[in-house]
């Protein structure tokens, strides 16, 4: 496994801190980097197409996830906690499109993500203010510049499959302010390992499912 490297040093000088509210935004997917995704993988184990099946106990459908398009390397599974953080924290490992919720005794679940493409990349502290189920996305005003068809959407689109946000949204805030950045579910396999977004953390809906169900409102976020 990839060692997790935290700049520590870094963040306590303050100098990796979260980019302006303004670039963020959920739900753009370059079809450029799609084209980058890895070749499909050949097998996928009856225990990990059991933990990416379809979701049937939810208001909406959640369709099973298509593990073979995923590299092995960014299926779910508990590993050695490699950040060094406290129990409960959430680390985002940009460089290596993983996310890591951080368990007891020296344990961690380590997911794969993808995250912002080029110029809407961030890093540093931060906290899980809240969570929702379903939520509802609402594009900020600067995405619906760069992207006019978004305007039906201004005031929010409700939840639903086709939602950007997907089933579950983690809401990340430094301070009292919102940072308008999320950790929430896209049903896209082929983006996980990427740097598609515009500036949020993807999961596969049935990770981003299992890690709402573990993460408690103000457990501390690090994206390094």
């Known amino acids: 496994m990839t060692a997790l490297v935290i700049g520590r040093r870094t963040f306590l000088t303050g100098g990796a801190t979260l980019l302006a509210a303004t670039l963020a935004g959920c739900a753009t997917t370059s ?3 799609l084209s980058q995704a890895a070749a499909a993988t050949p097998a996928v184990p009856p225990d990990i197409a059991a933990a990416y099946a379809a979701v049937e106990d939810e208001p909406y459908p959640v369709r099973a ?6 590299s092995p390397q960014f299926w779910r599974q508990e590993v050695a906690d490699p950040t060094g953080e406290a129990p409960g924290t959430v680390v985002v490992d940009t460089a290596n499109r993983f996310l890591f919720h951080v368990g007891e005794e020296g344990r961690a679940t380590r997911y794969g ?3 912002g493409r080029a110029g809407f990349e961030w890093s540093g502290r931060a906290h899980i203010a809240y969570t929702r189920e379903w939520p509802r996305w609402t594009p900020p005003a600067e995405m619906i510049a760069r992207e006019p068809e978004l305007e039906p959407y201004r005031y929010g689109m409700a939840p639903g499959p086709d939602n950007p946000l997907g089933p579950r949204a ?3 805030h430094q301070g009292n302010r919102d940072t308008l950045y999320r950790i929430h579910g896209n049903p896209d396999e082929r983006t996980i390992g990427l740097a598609v977004s515009s500036g949020c953390v993807r999961l596969l809906p049935q990770d981003i499912i299992h890690l709402h169900a573990r993460v408690r409102h103000g457990s501390p976020l690090l994206v390094v």
Request: glycine residues 6%; positive net charge.
């Open 31 to 33: 079809p450029r980097a």
């Open 170 to 172: 983690l809401y990340i």
């Open 65 to 70: 996830s298509n593990m073979a398009l995923v």
């Open 113 to 115: 993500v993808g995250i």
